[in-house]
Each structure stands twice: as C-alpha cells, then as structure tokens.
Nanobody, 124 residues
Framework: QVQLVESGGGLVQAGGSLRLSCTAS????????MAWYRQDPRRQREMVAR???????NYQDSVKGRFTISRDNARNTVYLQMNSLTPEDTALYYC??????????????????WGQGTQVTVSS
C-alpha cells in the first residue's frame, strides 16, 4: 500500500533547531493534505502543522512563528522546520498524509496513513 518514513529527529538544546522530513511511497495515485502531529505521555496526540496540496498551511498556536511546514509534491515529501525549540516541544512526532492509492487494477479512495514516528527531545 503506502508507507510514510520520517527522519530528522534527535536531541537538541533549548533554542536550537531541527528539521523533520517525511516521504510517502508505494502505490500512490495522489497525495492530498500532509501534516505533523506529536504526542508525549502527558498529552493526547495533537496536530502541530498541516499543509494541503495547494500549499495552504495552518499551525497549532504554540508553534506559530517558530515552526514552518513545507512540501515537495514531486517527491511526496513534507518537511517541518522547527526553530527556537523549548522543552515543551519534546515529543514523538508523527507524519500523516491523506493518500489516494491503488492495488493492482483497483483504485481506492483517500485514506489517512501514519509514519512510525521520530523522537524530538529538547533539553533545558
């Protein structure tokens, strides 16, 4: 079917930056909206940023002005540039994509797929 593979997480000091990447691959007809979510043990999974296929973006209030989501449609890849990181940004970050896909001659409607997650840890 479809796989999402994230990369770019790691350990960084407060005030530092990281760039996450996520590439969708497999039996893809078209990728629609792509997004980044995050989750830590204290909170439910929450959306961080989203970008539609036309490039329109929206962000969680806590990351506005610090994080930037972008995408490369030719590569089915979404990025999250994270600046001015704080310990509150520590979480497992997941990529999500709405994908129209196929299997053999069968075309399937849009379905949401998730990556396996990449850990971001910000030390104070």
């Amino acid at each position: 079917q479809v796989q999402l593979v994230e990369s770019g997480g790691g350990l960084v000091q407060a005030g530092g930056s990281l760039r996450l990447s996520c590439t969708a691959s497999g039996n893809i007809n078209r990728v629609f909206g792509m997004a980044w979510y995050r989750q830590d043990p204290r909170r439910q999974r929450e959306m961080v940023a989203r970008i539609d296929s036309g490039g329109i973006t929206n962000y969680q209030d806590s990351v506005k002005g610090r994080f930037t989501i972008s995408r490369d449609n030719a590569r089915n890849t979404v990025y999250l540039q994270m600046n001015s990181l704080t310990p509150e940004d520590t979480a497992l970050y997941y990529c999500n994509a709405d994908v129209a896909y196929y299997s053999g001659a069968v075309r399937y409607p849009i379905k949401g797929f998730w990556g396996q997650g990449t850990q971001v840890t910000v030390s104070s």
